[in-house]
């Protein structure tokens, strides 16, 4: 089983910073399949990133994956109010099995 | 447009059993590998099991190996979670998702997720 561990594991920001997620893998992620949804408080996940740094459908282009391997990484440029929530990064290359990380909680300082 | 709820859950003692359901709408639910994923409270996200587009394969997590079992009925387009011999670390948030594609035994990323039925267990 891939064990993914997200860094840090909350992020105080201010609206219009940058802000850098950071998601390692124990094991390579095959042919680069992470993903990383966002979470707000009594909501359903939301797809981001599929492909390390493919943006899903909609998603502003504020929101960037990019990495390989075992180390991937999501930003968001200019932070909006709306950006504060959890995000969760998720490998889906080992069929059958799939692990997410712990999350990393987004917060506005 | 997609539409996935889930129902069933609820507060139920130690050893006891609970299913949950997931109605799909919106799409062809036949055509599509199914998960539950589950969130305790508090927590983050746990995939705990899937079943493939016409119920032959299934996998599960080790936790819930042998007390789970995830099945579907494509004429209703539901699918199922039966969860038996239920321990206090099952309580949770469930949720129905699936990934928009159809390669056989890739799991995709989730593109549609349901809102969640919480489960509690607890005596």
């Known amino acids: 089983e891939i064990v993914l561990t997200q860094s840090p594991g909350t992020l105080s920001l201010s609206p219009g910073e940058r802000a850098t997620l950071s998601c390692r893998a124990s094991?390579?992620?095959?042919?680069?399949?992470l993903a990383w949804y966002q979470q707000k408080p009594g909501q359903a996940p939301r797809l981001l990133i599929y492909?390390?740094?493919s943006r899903a459908t909609a998603i502003p282009d504020r929101f960037s994956g990019s990495g390989s391997g075992t180390d991937f990484t999501l930003t968001i440029s200019r932070l909006q109010p709306e950006d504060f929530a959890v995000y969760y990064c998720?490998?889906?290359?080992?069929?059958?099995?799939?692990?997410f990380g712990q999350g990393t909680r987004l917060e506005i300082k | 447009q997609v539409q996935l709820v889930e129902s069933g859950g609820g507060v139920v003692q130690p050893g006891r059993s609970l299913r949950l359901s997931c109605a799909a709408s919106?799409?062809?639910?036949?055509?599509?590998?199914m998960h539950w994923v589950r969130q305790a409270p508090g927590k983050g996200l746990e995939w705990v099991t899937f079943?493939?587009?016409?119920?032959?394969?299934?996998y599960y997590i080790d936790s819930v190996k042998g007390r789970f079992t995830i099945s579907r009925d494509n004429s209703k387009n539901t699918l199922y979670l039966q969860m038996n011999s239920l321990r206090a670390e099952d309580t949770a948030v469930y949720h129905c998702?699936?990934?928009?594609?159809?390669?056989?035994?890739?799991?995709?990323?989730?593109?549609?997720w349901g809102q969640g039925t919480l489960l509690t267990v607890s005596s």
């Open positions: 079943i493939s587009h016409d119920g032959g394969n299934k």
């Open positions: 094991h390579s992620v095959n042919s680069n399949y």
């Open positions: 998702a699936f990934w928009n594609g159809v390669v056989p035994d890739f799991i995709g990323p989730f593109d549609f």
């Open positions: 919106g799409f062809t639910f036949s055509r599509y590998t």
């Open positions: 492909g390390a740094s």
């Open positions: 998720h490998q889906y290359g080992s069929s059958p099995s799939t692990t």
